[in-house]
């Protein structure tokens, strides 16, 4: 199914917070310069995975990965009141246009696009304010950062070299388990698959059991893949395994997804005027994440700011 894997996957989950299901106290547990940040909101940044209910907020707090989103919540509100000082805002209609390009790229209405939401735990108000957010913060960076970063000839012939195994042509052999969205609760159905797989159970023979792909009966495979065939999550998921390994479950547009990669046979690597535009585009995108911790650096040391877990 090699259309499938070069389809783009919906990163939508990935960029906006998600609802934790479990009920606590709320509290306040950091104070940036005269805002405060509570635990309701902080929830809202973290998928917490339990069973049954915290009892207090201390067990709660034992939930490393709400601990871990504690900066980021600090640096995006540290961006809002940096907005607030130079009046920089973004408007419900630029917020419905972000939505309506985000429907044509994914070729979904608003129904669909809802929906999918849903699944993923997403209110569909915290969608639009993470839109706002992403909006607001790119406004704000504009402003305050030099949007223009220069970038010269030498200096992409020698990111190029340094990075030289990166441009080496790669082909993967792959076996996929793919769960549609239209199987009766397909979440349940992957994660008994990726369970089965840690028991275990041969890749071949889960994927006869639980994948809907037409690749299934033969055990998932689906051949050799190049690797800038496939988007980059997935490409980023596979570079990450050796031969025999497989992936967590990948949600897709059209259902879950588990990969494994069977084996890696690279090539020759490829030409600097090939790769130069690419070349171009991640210095600048690294240079951007840079000066973008910078300037949040600056903030953090000019704010004050109390974290109170």
């Known amino acids: 199914m090699k259309r499938f894997l070069i389809a783009s996957i919906f990163v939508l989950a990935s960029l906006f917070p998600r609802i934790a299901g479990s009920e606590v106290i709320d ?30 907020v201390n ?17 995006t509100l540290l961006i809002k009141q940096q907005a607030k000082k130079l ?4 408007s419900r209609k630029e917020v419905d246009g972000i939505v309506s390009n985000i429907k044509k790229q994914y070729l979904v209405n608003d129904e669909e696009l809802k929906e999918q939401l849903k699944k993923d735990h997403i209110i569909y108000s ?16 504009a402003q305050v950062i030099s949007p223009e970063v ?9 990111y190029y070299d340094k990075h030289i195994e990166e441009y080496r042509e790669e082909e993967y052999g792959l076996g996929q388990i793919f769960v549609s969205n239209k199987s009766p609760d397909p979440q349940k159905k992957a994660l008994e698959a990726l369970a089965s797989l840690k028991a275990g159970t041969p890749f071949e023979s889960v994927a006869k059991q639980f994948s809907d792909d037409p690749s299934g009966p033969e055990g998932g495979d689906i051949g050799s893949i ?6 980059p999550d997935l490409r980023d998921a596979v570079r990450t395994l050796i031969p025999g390994a497989y992936t967590d479950v990948i949600r897709t547009p059209y259902g879950l997804l588990i990969l494994k990669l069977k084996e890696t046979r690279r090539g020759k690597t490829i030409d600097f005027e090939v790769v130069k535009d690419k070349v171009h585009e991640r210095i600048v995108r690294e240079e951007t994440d840079k000066r973008y911790r910078d300037f949040v650096s600056k903030l953090r040391k000019a704010s004050y700011i109390e974290v109170k877990i």
């Not at 707090?61 to 709400?66: I, V, W």
């Not at 009046?87 to 973004?90: C, M």
């Open 27 to 56: 509290r306040i547990v950091a104070i940036v310069n005269d805002d405060m940040v509570t635990l309701a909101e902080l929830e809202k940044h973290v998928q917490v995975e339990k069973h049954g209910k915290f009892v207090t």
């Open 59 to 75: 067990e709660y707090f034992r939930n490393m990965k709400l601990l871990q989103r504690i900066d980021a919540v600090i640096d």
């Open 87 to 90: 009046k920089i805002d973004v």
């Open 126 to 141: 915290d969608f639009l304010e993470g839109l706002k957010m992403n909006a607001l913060r790119g406004k704000v960076l």
């Open 150 to 158: 220069l970038v010269t000839d030498r200096m992409l012939r020698e």
């Open 226 to 231: 190049k690797s800038d065939e496939l988007i």
